[in-house]
């Protein structure tokens, strides 16, 4: 499909503000890599926005730029960070306390480091049961609370002379929640705001300011928070990009890499375990079964939709399908994640996979989240709002418009996020039927 002359798009100019709810493990490994790699120190490893290329018309064009060349994105000496904590920890110290990345390293960050102190957060521990910070707003009622989170964000934009800013969730996950009729319609939801609802999650505060101040926000964890039907009216409403939910990283980047391959084959699944050890907060926080229940829903359901047992029962139907983290303390960010895979081949002949993948869970979150905030960026000076689904690559529950399913297959997700560039460009889609090549 040739569009004539793809979208107009604002230029990049000014300092984007990259707002981070939580300065822990993949906020500081974030920020600080963006650092380093301004000075040269460091390659963005695993960053699309910054490595990635785009094949552009036929095979025979040889076109190939590279993504940041093709579509305009902010500078990495344009962005600057702001972030909020229930701990007071500047992002020197909360990138030393998360043992990320060495020491050695953030020594020779630590100006800049030092500069980037949280702003307090809105928190409250029924939500978070594991945590205990100080660092906290006070206010009457949860609108209240959105209120202030709101002037901040107009402050830090004045303060940091930011032309434009997103905000992004990398803050611990909270409990489970379902949808509730106070999240139906923007308006049922600010009354509750102001009644200080308990189906109101301090994310959905933070996602509420982010839209009513028309910053686009990714959701990094797999809280509901921005995904529920009032919210998203607020963005369209505000003609702000939203995005979500969990980054796709660890074991579930290696299954949604996987099962397509076995479907593609036609193999058949009988069970699928994971299991994993963790020893930073993260894990922690994991340990409380309600945070984990959120979590356990973002990655149980990547398989189902992937090989979509309905269309093939004879080979999907009813697999098992477990998922367990456990919090090890001595392991820190370095997880360790183990699958076994029972599949079956021709005549039903059973066979195993079993994969030991020695991970570092905030090296594979890093560049997605410099990737989203670009994007999300690139998104709304292209007029684009609402769910996003071409970001559907980034996320393990990615956010989809309510009579779809979501697709979870890496490749077709990459294609489409690439397919949405050069629809923005006015450059040709890319089906890669190929017949042309031999008329
Ligand atoms: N690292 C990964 O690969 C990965 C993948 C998918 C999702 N995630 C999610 O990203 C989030 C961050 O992960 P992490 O490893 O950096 O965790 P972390 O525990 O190191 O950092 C989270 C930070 O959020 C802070 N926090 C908690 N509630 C807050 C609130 N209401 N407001 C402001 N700050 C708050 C905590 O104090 C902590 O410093 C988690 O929800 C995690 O589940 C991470």
Do not use: C
């Given at each position: 499909?040739?569009?004539?002359?793809?979208?107009?798009?604002?230029?990049?100019?000014?300092?984007?503000?990259?707002?981070?709810?939580?300065?822990?493990?993949?906020?500081?490994?974030?920020?600080?890599?963006?650092?380093?790699?301004?000075?040269?120190?460091?390659?963005?490893?695993?960053?699309?926005?910054?490595?990635?290329?785009?094949?552009?018309?036929?095979?025979?064009?040889?076109?190939?730029?590279?993504?940041?060349?093709?579509?305009?994105?902010?500078?990495?000496?344009?962005?600057?960070?702001?972030?909020?904590?229930?701990?007071?920890?500047?992002?020197?110290?909360?990138?030393?306390?998360?043992?990320?990345?060495?020491?050695?390293?953030?020594?020779?960050?630590?100006?800049?480091?030092?500069?980037?102190?949280p702003m307090r957060a809105v928190f409250d521990q029924r939500y978070v049961k594991r945590l205990n910070g100080t660092h906290i707003k006070e206010g009457k009622t949860k609108m209240d609370l959105a209120e202030q989170l709101i002037e901040e964000i107009a402050e830090f934009k004045r303060r940091n002379r930011c032309a434009r800013m997103v905000m992004i969730w990398a803050a611990s996950t909270e409990v489970f929640m379902k949808p509730h009729p106070v999240h139906r319609s923007l308006q049922s939801f600010e009354k509750a705001l102001k009644e200080n609802h308990k189906a109101i999650a301090p994310s959905m505060i933070y996602a509420y300011a982010a839209l009513r101040s028309g910053v686009p926000f990714a959701n990094g964890a797999p809280n509901l928070t921005v995904d529920i039907p009032a919210l998203i009216e607020l963005a369209n409403q505000n003609g702000v990009p939203i995005c979500g939910k969990d980054f796709k990283t660890g074991q579930t980047l290696m299954k949604t890499i996987i099962a397509p391959g076995l479907k593609s084959r036609l193999l058949g699944l009988h069970g699928w375990y994971s299991t994993n050890i963790l020893g930073n907060r993260d894990g922690e926080v994991l340990d409380d079964p309600d945070s984990f229940k959120t979590k356990e829903e973002s990655k149980l359901s990547v398989l189902e939709y992937i090989l979509q047992p309905e269309i093939y029962p004879q080979l999907y139907k009813d697999f098992s399908h477990l998922v367990r983290i456990n919090y090890y303390p001595p392991r820190g960010d370095n997880k360790e994640g183990w699958d076994n895979i029972d599949i079956f081949g021709w005549l039903g002949y059973p066979m195993q996979i079993k994969i030991n993948f020695l991970c570092r869970d905030s090296i594979l979150a890093a560049p997605l989240v410099l990737d989203l905030a670009l994007f999300l960026d690139l998104a709304q000076r292209a007029g684009m709002k609402g769910i996003q689904e071409w970001l559907s690559f980034y996320f393990k529950s990615p956010m989809t418009a309510p009579e779809l399913y979501p697709e979870h297959d890496l490749f077709i997700q990459l294609m489409k996020l690439k397919n949405t560039l050069r629809y923005l460009r006015g450059e040709e889609l890319i089906t890669h039927l190929g017949l042309e090549y031999y008329d």
């Open positions: 499909m040739a569009i004539e002359k793809g979208v107009e798009i604002a230029p990049a100019q000014g300092k984007l503000g990259v707002l981070l709810v939580g300065l822990g493990a993949v906020s500081t490994t974030f920020i600080a890599g963006v650092e380093a790699v301004k000075r040269g120190l460091a390659e963005p490893i695993g960053s699309l926005t910054q490595m990635g290329t785009i094949r552009l018309g036929k095979r025979t064009e040889n076109r190939v730029p590279k993504i940041k060349d093709f579509v305009p994105l902010a500078e990495l000496d344009d962005l600057v960070f702001g972030a909020w904590d229930i701990f007071p920890d500047s992002a020197y110290e909360a990138a030393l306390q998360a043992g990320v990345l060495e020491k050695e390293l953030l020594v020779q960050l630590k100006p800049q480091l030092q500069k980037i102190k």
